[in-house]
């Protein structure tokens, strides 16, 4: 069949399979460009199928040269519907790195679940043996714990708060609020995004006996400007967030006799299926792009995951922030960046939309998630789902 995008939201309801193949090779060649790393060689990534997950996989592959195995939960294509964009992700990346003599297996089911965790013990102990890497990178909107669903949700935990936002679709500026989360939304979204499946995980690895001593393990945050604080970082996933770095620091404790490495790495603003739920922030993205193209400082989520594992982990001394986590936000949050951005921010309209913000570039990284608008690709051949 011939693949079109279909727009409904802030998702993209198809996906291109050759699309997708060619976003990861890309990503791969990228990583096959750069000097190798000497870092993990046994890696577990939870949530492996997109964006910064699916980054540290490749780096990980491709530039330590690691095993992998990866978990995320993902929709094959069907009759006419075609499969998720990370259900081709997984399959090329595998493609590719079984290419290089690598290892690398996908579990699809639900991270959340004690089924997956058993599973994906058995297969670390059949193919792995024992990982010395645990990236924690999943962005789900829901958890069901014994039958019971929790759901997440994106508000403030104060007052209202109101600020412009963008209908990506139609190009239009507007004002947006976003109501308080009550007491039981805030503690549901901790359950879905905070820390405490992480910490499951690594108990239940080290338990099996498939965590090896001097291990690392790794779930990413975001910390942002001050005008998207109320509704991210002192909102309801901004709770989830905190809870996520107070289990990086329990697990280093827990897991001391093992010499675990727990840290929390807190990356760009950057087009995900996740940021683009969020209100405010696509609009706050679209001005970051076009300033840090500018300055010649912009990075996608392999640059990211490439120079946390080249420059700032795989190091002799990691650098880290006085949090100890690793602040691959250093670029946008370096205060000629956001200023530039504040200022656009003041004076931004309908009017000079296109002058003040990278709405082309935004979207072509949206479509280019779901393998769309990628170079070298037929767009109008029939395609197998």
Same mark, same amino acid.
């Given at each position: 069949?011939?693949?079109?995008?279909?727009?409904?939201?802030? !998702?993209?309801? $198809?996906?291109?399979?050759?699309?997708?193949?060619?976003?990861?090779?890309?990503?791969?060649?990228?990583? @096959?460009?750069?000097?190798?790393?000497? +870092?993990?060689? @046994?890696? /577990?990534? !939870?949530?492996?199928?997109?964006?910064?997950?699916?980054?540290?996989?490749?780096?990980?592959?491709?530039?330590?040269?690691?095993?992998?195995?990866?978990?995320?939960?993902?929709? *094959?294509?069907?009759?006419? %519907?075609?499969?998720?964009?990370?259900?081709?992700?997984?399959?090329?990346?595998? *493609?590719?790195? $079984?290419?290089?003599?690598?290892?690398?297996?996908?579990?699809?089911?639900?991270?959340?679940?004690?089924?997956?965790?058993?599973?994906?013990? &058995?297969?670390?102990?059949?193919?792995?043996?024992?990982?010395?890497?645990?990236?924690?990178?999943?962005?789900?909107? %829901?958890?069901?714990?014994?039958?019971?669903?929790?759901?997440?949700?994106?508000?403030?935990?104060?007052?209202?708060?109101?600020?412009?936002?963008?209908?990506?679709?139609?190009?239009? =500026?507007?004002?947006?609020?976003?109501?308080?989360? $009550?007491? &039981?939304?805030?503690?549901?979204?901790?359950?879905?995004?905070?820390?405490?499946?992480?910490?499951?995980?690594?108990?239940? /690895?080290?338990?099996?006996? =498939?965590?090896?001593?001097?291990?690392? $393990?790794?779930?990413?945050?975001?910390?942002?400007?001050? /005008?998207?604080?109320?509704?991210?970082?002192? +909102?309801?996933?901004?709770?989830?967030?905190?809870?996520?770095?107070?289990?990086?620091?329990?697990?280093?404790?827990?897991?001391?006799?093992?010499?675990?490495?727990?840290? !929390?790495?807190?990356? @760009?603003?950057?087009?995900?299926?996740?940021?683009?739920?969020?209100? !405010?922030?696509?609009?706050?993205?679209?001005?970051?792009? @076009?300033?840090?193209?500018?300055?010649?400082?912009? &990075?996608?989520?392999?640059?990211?995951?490439?120079?946390?594992?080249?420059?700032?982990?795989?190091?002799?001394?990691?650098?880290?922030?006085?949090?100890?986590?690793? %602040?691959?936000?250093?670029?946008?949050?370096? &205060?000629?960046?956001?200023?530039?951005?504040? *200022?656009?921010?003041? =004076?931004?309209?309908?009017?000079? /939309?296109?002058?003040?913000?990278?709405?082309?570039?935004?979207?072509?990284?949206?479509?280019?998630?779901?393998?769309?608008?990628?170079? +070298?690709?037929?767009?109008?051949?029939? =395609? *197998?789902?």
């Amino acid at each position: 069949m011939i693949i079109q995008p279909k727009i409904r939201g802030f !998702i993209c309801t $198809t996906s291109h399979p050759i699309g997708c193949r060619k976003n990861v090779e890309n990503q791969i060649n990228y990583v @096959k460009s750069q000097p190798k790393t000497n +870092g993990a060689k @046994k890696v /577990l990534v !939870i949530g492996c199928s997109t964006g910064y997950g699916l980054a540290s996989r490749i780096t990980a592959a491709f530039s330590c040269g690691a095993d992998t195995i990866g978990v995320s939960f993902e929709k *094959e294509g069907s009759g006419k %519907r075609t499969g998720s964009a990370g259900y081709y992700n997984n399959k090329a990346f595998e *493609e590719f790195a $079984t290419a290089e003599g690598l290892i690398a297996k996908t579990i699809n089911g639900d991270a959340f679940s004690k089924e997956v965790k058993d599973q994906t013990i &058995e297969l670390i102990k059949e193919t792995l043996g024992k990982v010395d890497m645990v990236v924690y990178s999943l962005a789900a909107p %829901r958890r069901t714990v014994l039958d019971k669903t929790y759901s997440s949700v994106l508000k403030t935990t104060g007052d209202s708060y109101t600020n412009k936002t963008i209908d990506l679709m139609a190009r239009k =500026v507007s004002e947006i609020t976003i109501d308080p989360a $009550t007491d &039981e939304e805030i503690e549901n979204t901790i359950k879905v995004m905070g820390g405490e499946d992480w910490n499951d995980w690594i108990v239940a /690895l080290s338990e099996a006996g =498939v965590l090896a001593d001097n291990a690392v $393990t790794m779930a990413y945050s975001y910390i942002g400007p001050v /005008l998207t604080h109320p509704m991210y970082l002192n +909102g309801s996933i901004g709770m989830a967030k905190k809870h996520l770095y107070d289990t990086s620091v329990k697990l280093n404790k827990d897991f001391a006799d093992k010499n675990l490495h727990s840290y !929390i790495a807190v990356n @760009k603003a950057l087009v995900t299926q996740s940021s683009a739920a969020i209100p !405010i922030v696509p609009l706050y993205i679209s001005i970051l792009y @076009k300033v840090m193209k500018e300055m010649n400082l912009h &990075e996608g989520c392999i640059e990211q995951m490439y120079r946390l594992f080249n420059q700032k982990l795989y190091v002799e001394n990691p650098v880290v922030d006085d949090k100890g986590q690793f %602040r691959l936000d250093d670029w946008e949050m370096r &205060e000629d960046v956001q200023s530039k951005v504040s *200022e656009i921010w003041n =004076v931004i309209s309908d009017e000079n /939309l296109n002058d003040c913000a990278d709405i082309d570039g935004y979207w072509k990284d949206f479509y280019q998630m779901f393998g769309f608008e990628l170079d +070298g690709v037929d767009y109008q051949a029939d =395609v *197998e789902i």
